[in-house]
Each structure stands twice: as C-alpha cells, then as structure tokens.
C-alpha cells in the first residue's frame, strides 16, 4: 500500500493513493476547527509524492477558511522527532492551533 517499487513482480499488486485529496479532508477540518485562523503543517521530506500532503492540505484550509494563516515546517527527515518537535513548538508559539504532518517517524515529535 502506498508503495510501487516491486509493481513488476507477476504476484505484486501495488495499491496508491491520492495523498492530496486525504489531506484536503484534514486541511478541512482544519480550517473550519481552527479558533486562532493559524494552523500548521509538518512535512517529512520534500518529495513530488510528500509535496502532495501539503498541497491538499493547503487547499482545503484555505477553502474553508480564506482568513487562516498556514505555517509550514519541512523536517528533511522521516526519522527526526526531535526537529519536528521543535518546530510544532515554534508554530503553536505563534498562533498555531491544530498541525497536521506528513513526516513519517519524525510525526511521533508533532505529536509529542
């Protein structure tokens, strides 16, 4: 799931998704909950397929909400918490009051 590289193989079936439209729900969701109008986003690694993570979600919070402000963090690592934590502190430092990330392992510091 989410993954083509063996999409050669006789006995494979590789299953992708649209990573924008799931994330346009969450941007959604976002820009309507938001109570500061200053949301955030947290990308892993700048990648045409993680890019996409963020362009869903930059247009459903925006669609729902024309007013808010998007703060954005791109950690260049799927496995640094630590960074991702820091920046999630620095965006909820500034207004920010719901994040969303993309990032893999580093999302466990978002969470954190």
Known sequence: IDDSTNSDLDNVTCMMFEQAQASYLVGLVA???TETNNVGFVLGMSTAMMNEFGYGYLAGVL???PDATIQQYNVNSFGDSATAKT???????KGADVVFHAAGGSGLGVID
């Not at 999630?88 to 430092?93: L, P």
Request: avoid cysteine; charged fraction near 10%; glycine fraction near 8%.
């Open 31 to 33: 820009g309507m909950t």
């Open 63 to 65: 669609d729902a909400n």
């Open 87 to 93: 920046a999630t502190t620095n965006m909820i430092s």
